[in-house]
T-cell receptor
Framework: AQSVTQPDIHITVSEGASLELRCNYSYGATPYLFWYVQSPGQGLQLLLKYFSGDTLVQGIKGFEAEFKRSQSSFNLRKPSVHWSDAAEYFCAAGAYGQNFVFGPGTRLSVLP | KAGVTQTPRYLIKTRGQQVTLSCSPISGHRSVSWYQQTPGQGLQFLFEYFSETQRNKGNFPGRFSGRQFSNSRSEMNVSTLELGDSALYLC????????????FGQGTRLTVV
C-alpha cells in the first residue's frame, strides 16, 4: 500500500535558522511528490511539487525540496526561517490511478 | 481568478442526520477531490471526481458519497452521521487530476453532536 511518512511530529527552530523537514514515501513507482503548508483554520497551500527531471525543486516562500530516489525521500528545506513560516507542513504523493496520500504532517514552531 | 469555494464553512449536525457539503472549483478545472482531516487520522482522501465520473475512492464507508455536476461543482454527502464524522472536510480542484497539482478550499468544519 502507498504511504508517506514524516518522522518529525513537531520541530522548533529559531527565526533565521535553517530548516529541513523530512519526508519518505512508499509507492509502487515514483509518484508525483508535493509539499503543502496549512496555517491554523485554513486550507492547504501548495509550496512545491516534483514530477520529473531536476531533483532539486524550487517553490514559493523561499522553500526548496530535493528528491532522492535511492532513499525514497523528498525533504523540504529553507535556509532562513521567518516567524510567519510557523504552520503545519504536509508531504503528499500521488500517481495516476492511485490514491492520493498525505503524510501525518510536521508542525513547525518558530522562536523569536 | 476565484479560488476554490466551499460552503458552508461551519456546520453542526445531530447524530443520525445527513449532511451535504458543496465545493465550487476554480473555473476551468475538471477534477474535484475531497479529504477528511481529523486530529487523530490526519488528512485522508475520500474520493476524486473528474468530468462527472468518480475516478478514485478512498477507504471510507458507503455513508460517504459524492457527485460532480456538468459545471464541475461537486457535492459530498454523508448519511447517518456519527460522532466520529466530526472533521474538517477539504475540497481541492485541479485542471487534470489530483496526481498533478491541487488547489484547496478553506474547508467545511462539521461538528456532529
Amino acid at each position: 500500500a502507498q504511504s508517506v511518512t514524516q518522522p518529525d511530529i513537531h520541530i522548533t527552530v529559531s527565526e533565521g535558522a535553517s530548516l529541513e523537514l523530512r519526508c519518505n514515501y512508499s509507492y509502487g513507482a515514483t509518484p508525483y511528490l508535493f509539499w503543502y503548508v496549512q496555517s491554523p483554520g485554513q486550507g492547504l497551500q501548495l509550496l512545491l511539487k516534483y514530477f520529473s527531471g531536476d531533483t532539486l525543486v524550487q517553490g514559493i516562500k523561499g522553500f526548496e525540496a530535493e528528491f532522492k530516489r535511492s532513499q525514497s525521500s523528498f525533504n523540504l528545506r529553507k535556509p532562513s526561517v521567518h516567524w510567519s513560516d510557523a504552520a503545519e507542513y504536509f508531504c503528499a504523493a500521488g500517481a495516476y490511478g492511485q490514491n492520493f496520500v498525505f503524510g501525518p504532517g510536521t508542525r513547525l514552531s518558530v522562536l523569536p | 481568478k476565484a479560488g476554490v469555494t466551499q460552503t458552508p464553512r461551519y456546520l453542526i449536525k445531530t447524530r443520525g442526520q445527513q449532511v451535504t457539503l458543496s465545493c465550487s472549483p476554480i473555473s476551468g478545472h475538471r477534477s474535484v477531490s475531497w479529504y477528511q482531516q481529523t486530529p487523530g487520522q490526519g488528512l485522508q482522501f475520500l474520493f476524486e471526481y473528474f468530468s462527472e465520473t468518480q475516478r478514485n475512492k478512498g477507504n471510507f464507508p458507503g455513508r460517504f458519497s459524492g457527485r460532480q455536476f456538468s459545471n464541475s461543482r461537486s457535492e459530498m454527502n454523508v448519511s447517518t452521521l456519527e460522532l466520529g464524522d466530526s472533521a474538517l472536510y477539504l475540497c481541492a480542484s485541479s485542471p487534470q487530476g489530483i496526481d498533478t497539482e491541487a488547489f484547496f478550499g478553506q474547508g467545511t468544519r462539521l461538528t456532529v453532536v
